[in-house]
């Protein structure tokens, strides 16, 4: 719709935009920005168990965050139907390092060679989707929230738990990206 | 509770993400590979942004829409394994998904289904979380 749309959004555009998500949060009813804490709710609301960590009143607590959650969601549909993203414009040594490790389709937001139906049951699908989607679960549960709770609103209200928690985040993913996949592509 | 105006603070944080590639795997190699300014520039102002913006509505003691004054919790440290332990553990499998947990579900709407494999796998692991919770060290 709107071909003129600048893609991506610069960063100095994008960045203070979701900074001041914070602030909106807190200016709606005091609530902390924090995305993962919606895993918990839903574990709570869905999975009938009697475990301590699932034992609160999610309903009071999360009935926001699931809705903002459920937002994301419109956000993102809306954002693909109005001004969809068009091919990335990657940096020449990402490209390169991905071609290396066998990736030759790099269209769309995801690698379809690894993200689809049919590579769910390979080894490099089912780590790439259940495997990575496990950990990033089990991990922001264990750390006590992901990027936006840890790495933006955390970071920006001076926490040093959320300092550590980035540390780990980044130094998960360099392992991850330097150790692992050179592994599992090739 | 109005839930409506989360629903549009949802919204415009979903477009945003997507609008920006965020969401996208490529960018997040791009960043673990220190290829691209793209995501440290966006984080980096983000924190900025919010950070400027926290110490404006304490030290004015703004009001919530609720006439609470605006507030954050500090986090407990304790021994910081948890954040230490925990946050890697995240790391390892954000590059491998390629999306945090907020980019999954922006992935979901922007019409990439198969990222419900992601997001359903986090949340058996958060399940295992609430199950392992009191054998971990925090």
Same mark, same amino acid.
């Given at each position: 719709m709107?071909s003129?749309?600048?893609?991506?959004?610069?960063?100095?555009v994008a960045g203070?935009l979701?900074?001041?998500?914070?602030?909106?949060l807190?200016l709606?009813?005091n609530k902390?920005?924090?995305?993962?804490?919606n895993?918990?709710?839903?574990?709570?609301?869905?999975?009938?168990?009697?475990?301590?960590?699932f034992?609160?009143?999610?309903k009071r607590?999360g009935?926001?965050?699931l809705v903002f959650?459920?937002?994301?969601?419109?956000?993102?549909?809306?954002?693909?139907?109005v001004?969809?993203?068009v091919r990335?414009?990657?940096?020449?040594?990402?490209?390169?390092?991905?071609q290396?490790?066998g990736?030759?389709?790099?269209?769309?937001?995801?690698p379809?060679?690894?993200?689809s139906?049919s590579?769910?049951?390979t080894?490099?699908g089912?780590?790439?989707?259940v495997?990575?989607?496990?950990?990033v679960?089990?991990?922001a549960a264990?750390a006590?929230?992901?990027?936006?709770?840890?790495?933006?609103a955390?970071?920006?209200?001076?926490?040093l738990?959320s300092?550590?928690a980035?540390?780990g985040?980044?130094?998960?993913?360099?392992?991850?990206?330097?150790?692992?996949?050179p592994?599992?592509?090739? | 509770?109005?839930?409506?105006?989360?629903?549009?603070?949802?919204?415009?944080f979903?477009?945003?993400?997507?609008?920006a590639?965020?969401?996208s795997?490529f960018?997040i190699?791009?960043?673990f590979?220190?290829?691209s300014?793209h995501m440290?520039?966006?984080? &980096?102002?983000?924190?900025l942004? !919010?950070?400027?913006s #926290?110490?404006? *509505?304490?030290?004015?003691?703004v009001?919530? +829409?609720?006439?609470?004054?605006?507030?954050?919790?500090?986090?407990?440290?304790?021994?910081?394994a948890?954040?230490l332990?925990?946050?890697?553990?995240?790391?390892?499998?954000w590059?491998?998904?390629?999306?945090?947990?907020?980019?999954?579900v &922006?992935?979901?709407?922007?019409? !990439?289904?198969?990222? #419900?494999?992601? *997001?359903?796998a986090?949340?058996?692991?958060? +399940?295992?979380?609430g199950c392992?919770?009191?054998?971990?060290?925090h």
């Amino acid at each position: 719709m709107f071909s003129g749309f600048p893609h991506p959004l610069p960063w100095y555009v994008a960045g203070p935009l979701i900074g001041l998500v914070v602030p909106t949060l807190l200016l709606l009813g005091n609530k902390s920005f924090g995305i993962s804490s919606n895993f918990r709710h839903l574990c709570a609301a869905l999975v009938p168990c009697r475990i301590e960590f699932f034992g609160h009143d999610w309903k009071r607590l999360g009935s926001w965050n699931l809705v903002f959650l459920l937002g994301i969601f419109a956000g993102g549909a809306l954002a693909s139907v109005v001004a969809p993203p068009v091919r990335l414009n990657l940096s020449a040594e990402t490209v390169s390092a991905l071609q290396q490790l066998g990736l030759r389709d790099l269209t769309g937001l995801v690698p379809h060679e690894l993200f689809s139906w049919s590579t769910l049951l390979t080894l490099k699908g089912f780590v790439s989707m259940v495997v990575g989607g496990f950990l990033v679960g089990f991990g922001a549960a264990y750390a006590g929230g992901c990027t936006s709770g840890h790495a933006i609103a955390g970071l920006a209200d001076l926490q040093l738990p959320s300092l550590l928690a980035v540390c780990g985040f980044f130094a998960g993913g360099l392992a991850t990206t330097h150790l692992l996949l050179p592994f599992l592509l090739r | 509770m109005m839930l409506f105006p989360y629903f549009l603070a949802g919204s415009f944080f979903g477009i945003v993400i997507v609008e920006a590639e965020v969401v996208s795997w490529f960018r997040i190699q791009e960043m673990f590979r220190f290829q691209s300014f793209h995501m440290y520039g966006i984080i &980096g102002t983000a924190v900025l942004t !919010a950070a400027v913006s #926290l110490l404006i *509505l304490k030290k004015f003691g703004v009001r919530s +829409l609720d006439g609470e004054p605006v507030a954050t919790s500090p986090k407990t440290l304790g021994s910081g394994a948890r954040y230490l332990v925990g946050g890697s553990i995240f790391g390892l499998g954000w590059a491998l998904t390629g999306a945090c947990p907020g980019p999954m579900v &922006g992935l979901i709407g922007s019409g !990439a289904p198969i990222m #419900l494999v992601p *997001l359903a796998a986090a949340l058996a692991g958060t +399940l295992a979380y609430g199950c392992c919770r009191p054998n971990l060290p925090h």
